[in-house]
């Protein structure tokens, strides 16, 4: 719970033939972190197989086109489902790619063939409706197109374009002999035929393409008599749209057909390409293939099991653990090539707090996992500052109703998060004796915060001296797993700072809190001897055991800044450190306030009781009330949990927690 698990450096060397199985088995369990064949021996190649050099670029085609069908079939509103069960994802790069392959390629190539005729029958639709358009336009004007064809002097163009044009082509146009018809054909856009003599046709032209003119020319086949011409393509649209629903089903029966199989390719392809990815950090010889990587150490002998039970040829593996003094996964964690991974291993109810470890970072393979600290820390801190049964009830059921709802199921850890925290507010509240911001002396089993704000302050800042020293303790407990003794003697937040901080407080608590009289000396003594043991610490440990390491004369400078002003940024960390937490006795009060003030702007307009209540009073005096309530709730909620992020990251985790662990990324089919 106080540490992630405990990791174990597998190194697998099998044959080339064995690599498939290996591999099938690795990203099934999800068990190992692959790390790069360099950082084990520079001597090894990458270790793709011949065989397999040529596979992955093939796979990345495929599912290219894979993702191609997925888009088709989307836009026909067929849903793929990609859940495939593991029975049904194979391991084998070349088997998948050669079953795979043709089949995508040939139904690639018969979707893109309907989707491209469905193309083309909608453009020799639309313009049969344009020619339709254009010759219903003649009618309108009282001849015929064939009529006017005939012209000896004249032309006639005929197009579409938008109407909003039409007075500027107007104005254009006055200097040049024409004849405009105008035809209504939407809102928007007009049917135009225009007649002009034959020797301006070529400016009319122009002219009219500058205002986005759209000719349509008549075929030969539709000039004669406008009613027969009609009728043919009334006839010819009929049959094109029965060939373009025809040939819409086909694409729909194809669709669904495929969908099923889509998804299964998809996934299956997806895994070979993990697999094909992951041989990159392999290491490679003649005839074998090494495979090294982090695992869980609590499944390593079972593991190792396993593998040598896949395959009658021999398979030789080597465990070794970081914790060791000795061995390859010491050496590479002391020479600092690759980091071990940070797995974490929590009970049930600390799940949730995970995603406000890993969003400032994750803790290192040797440091402390601070996950429980800050569950108990920021579930208390949260419902402190926001202590209300009923609103500690609402931000429950949201949470309950998030966690348990399928609809947000990516965020179910927030959920659950909120019910923890709301919890809290609502046993706080009971300690406040606060529901809805309405405040019962009968209820309250602790204080009242706007009544007792002396006692409610220095509680916050009990609290936050708790947490700092708590935070001290879990650095010295690092530092001495690290054999870091510098940092656990001198360091900022080490034992001589705690030393420091903790007499700071008694002589407070002493002077101050019980007004006893405590003599100067030694106070100044108390209090300077930890300051002067770290100044000192500082120096005479660099002198002694730092003295075979060479400096620049800038890293001297630099250090010798740094220890004459380390007293002082000690001091003023732990006074703005520990005055800081005054702010979560701040938030209650600020709480109980803000409820105060919706109370009193809901009895403005008459209230619920009394002589000038009545029931548009009353009416006004809930909706304020519910109104009030909502908007604390949004407002405080999110400005509470901004709060405790900033004491946990900033109050507590600056004395251990770096965050520079790395997470623990399993070869699996999913992306990581």
């Known amino acids: 719970m106080f540490k992630t698990e405990r990791m174990k450096l597998i ?7 064995d690599v498939i199985p290996i591999c099938d088995y690795l990203i099934k369990k999800k068990i190992v972190h692959l790390i790069d064949h360099t950082f084990i021996s520079t001597a090894l190649r990458e270790g793709t197989p011949a065989e397999l050099s040529n596979t992955l670029s093939e796979i990345e085609l495929i599912e290219q086109k894979l993702k191609k069908l997925s888009s088709w079939i989307a836009d026909n509103n067929i ?15 070349i088997k998948i790619c050669n079953e795979t392959k043709q089949a995508v390629e040939e139904n690639v190539q018969t979707l893109a063939a309907s989707i491209d005729e469905i193309h083309n029958y909608k453009v020799r639709i639309d313009r049969l409706n344009r020619i339709s358009d254009a010759l219903q336009s003649f009618e309108t004007a009282g001849v015929s197109y064939e009529e006017v064809s005939k012209f000896n002097f004249f032309d006639a163009i005929t197009g579409t374009m938008p109407r909003r044009f ?7 146009m006055q200097q040049v002999p024409h004849h405009f018809e105008l035809r209504n054909l939407s809102e928007d856009e007009v049917s135009l035929i225009v007649i002009c003599t034959k020797e301006a046709k070529k400016n009319v032209i122009d002219t009219l393409k500058n205002h986005y003119f759209s000719e349509i020319k008549i075929p030969d086949e539709y000039s004669g008599n406008p009613h027969d011409a009609l009728d043919s393509i009334e006839f010819n649209l009929w049959s094109l749209r029965e060939e373009a629903a025809a040939t819409k089903h086909n694409i729909l029966s194809l669709c669904s057909s495929l969908a099923p199989k889509v998804g299964i390719w998809q996934k299956v392809v997806k895994a070979n390409a993990s697999v ?10 003649a005839r074998t293939t090494c495979i090294s990587g982090w695992i869980p150490g609590k499944s390593a002998g079972k593991i190792e099991n396993e593998i040598k039970s896949l395959t009658p040829r021999p398979i030789k593996i080597e465990l070794s653990s970081p914790d060791e003094s000795s061995g390859l996964a010491s050496s590479l964690k002391k020479e600092g090539n690759t980091k071990v991974p ?17 969003t400032y970072g994750y803790p290192a393979y040797d440091g402390i996992d601070p996950t429980f600290f800050v569950a108990l820390t920021f579930t208390l801190m949260f419902g402190m500052m926001f202590g209300d049964i009923g609103h500690g009830a609402v931000l429950t059921a949201i949470g309950f109703f998030i966690a348990k709802s399928k609809t947000f199921k990516s965020i179910r850890g927030a959920g659950w998060l909120m019910v923890t925290v709301g919890c809290s507010a609502i046993f706080f509240g009971l300690m406040f004796g606060s529901i809805f911001g309405i405040e019962f002396h009968s209820l309250s089993l602790w204080l009242m915060p706007l009544e007792d704000t002396k006692q409610l302050l220095g509680t916050a800042v009990l609290l936050g001296i708790l947490i700092i020293t708590v935070g001290i303790i879990l650095n010295l407990i690092q530092s001495v797993k690290r054999k870091n003794y510098k940092e656990f003697l001198f360091g900022q937040w080490g034992l001589l700072s705690g030393c420091f901080y903790w007499m700071a407080l008694g002589v407070f608590f002493l002077a101050l809190i019980k007004d006893k009289n405590v003599p ?18 500082d120096v005479f440990y660099a002198k002694l055991f730092e003295k075979n390491e060479t400096h620049s004369v800038d890293e001297d400078e630099h250090s010798a800044a740094e220890t004459i002003f380390k007293p002082i940024e000690i001091t003023l960390g732990f006074v703005t450190q520990t005055v800081s937490f ?13 409820m105060m003030v919706v109370y009193q702007l809901a009895r403005m307009g008459g209230g619920m009781t009394g002589p000038e209540a009545n029931i548009g009073s ?3 005096y809930i909706i304020a009330a519910v109104t009030g309530n909502i908007f604390v709730m949004l407002l405080e909620g999110l400005v509470v949990f901004i709060q405790c992020l900033r004491l946990e990251y900033y109050e507590f985790f600056s004395k251990f927690f770096e965050g520079d662990g790395i997470k623990f990324k399993p070869l699996k089919i999913e992306d990581n």
């Not at 974490?344 to 949730?352: G, I, M, S, T, V």
């Not at 005054?582 to 803000?594: I, Q, S």
Request: proline residues 7%; charged residues 15%; hydrophobic residues 55%.
């Open 79 to 93: 849903e793929i489902n990609l859940y495939v069960p593991e029975s049904k994802i194979i391991i084998d790069p």
């Open 166 to 172: 039409i007075p500027q082509l107007r104005r254009s």
């Open 520 to 537: 100067v000396g030694l106070t100044v003594a108390v209090l300077l001897i930890p300051i002067v043991l770290i100044v000192l610490g």
């Open 11 to 17: 190194q697998i060397i099998a044959l080339d033939e």
């Open 342 to 358: 940070s797995k974490f291993r929590h009970p049930a109810f600390l799940k949730p707090f995970q995603m406000l470890i890993t």
């Open 276 to 285: 094909l990815n992951a041989m990159r950090l392999f290491g490679k010889t």
């Open 582 to 594: 005054v702010r979560v006795g701040a938030f209650a009060l600020n709480h109980a306030a803000l």
């Open 618 to 620: 009353q009416l006004s």
